[in-house]
């Protein structure tokens, strides 16, 4: 399993074994849940 994070949209797109799974990909607007906005928690490089 492997997972692409972009921030510009807050996607999070997922793979399995290579191939994206679109029935797992949320971004700030299609995500499945409330109708409140989708944010990526703040990401710090350590």
Same mark, same amino acid.
């Given at each position: 399993?492997?997972?692409?994070?972009?921030? +510009?949209?807050? *996607?999070? +797109?997922?793979?399995?074994? #290579?191939?994206?799974?679109?029935?797992? $990909?949320?971004? $700030?607007?299609?995500? #499945? #849940? $409330?109708?409140?906005?989708?944010?990526?928690? #703040?990401? *710090?490089?350590?």
């Amino acid at each position: 399993m492997e997972f692409h994070l972009d921030a +510009t949209d807050n *996607r999070v +797109t997922v793979y399995f074994d #290579g191939v994206e799974q679109p029935d797992l $990909t949320v971004s $700030t607007h299609q995500h #499945g #849940g $409330t109708s409140d906005p989708f944010a990526l928690p #703040g990401l *710090r490089q350590s």
